[in-house]
Nanobody, 128 residues
Framework: QVHLAESGGGSVQPGDSLTLSCAISGSADSQFCMGWFRQVPGKQREAVATIGSDGTTAYDGSGEGRFTISRDHVKNTLYLQMNSLKFEASALYYC??????????????????????WGQGTPVTVSS
């Protein structure tokens, strides 16, 4: 059973950078889609950045050009590098896995309903 554990969240100021990490364990097969989702109170989890089993990436409009998702198969870790953070980036960020051999854009479009396993979440607060 795949287990995901996020780390790296915290409180930052607008314009700062932050890198989230997600340790992946429990799977000998790394060929599946992964992504970072975020959630604010009263709203559904929304995909921020996704990476497919083939390594292709996709981003929603809020992170395009400022966020970078990457996966290290040796370290079994998923990352989200976030630059030039804005107030609206404040949320609980979740690491997610969808056991499908598809492109990153598929998971971005499919959203939370396609996710098979979630991490526990790590909070990000952007405030001055």
């Amino acid at each position: 059973q795949v287990h995901l554990a996020e780390s790296g969240g915290g409180s930052v100021q607008p314009g700062d950078s932050l890198t989230l990490s997600c340790a992946i364990s429990g799977s000998a097969d790394s060929q599946f889609c992964m992504g970072w989702f975020r959630q604010v109170p009263g709203k559904q989890r929304e995909a921020v950045a996704t990476i497919g089993s083939d390594g292709t990436t996709a981003y929603d409009g809020s992170g395009e050009g400022r966020f970078t998702i990457s996966r290290d198969h040796v370290k079994n870790t998923l990352y989200l590098q976030m630059n030039s953070l804005k107030f609206e980036a404040s949320a609980l960020y979740y690491c997610a896995a969808a056991f499908a051999r598809l492109k990153g854009l598929w998971l971005l479009r499919a959203g939370q309903d396609a996710v098979d396993t979630w991490g526990q979440g790590t909070p990000v607060t952007v405030s001055s």
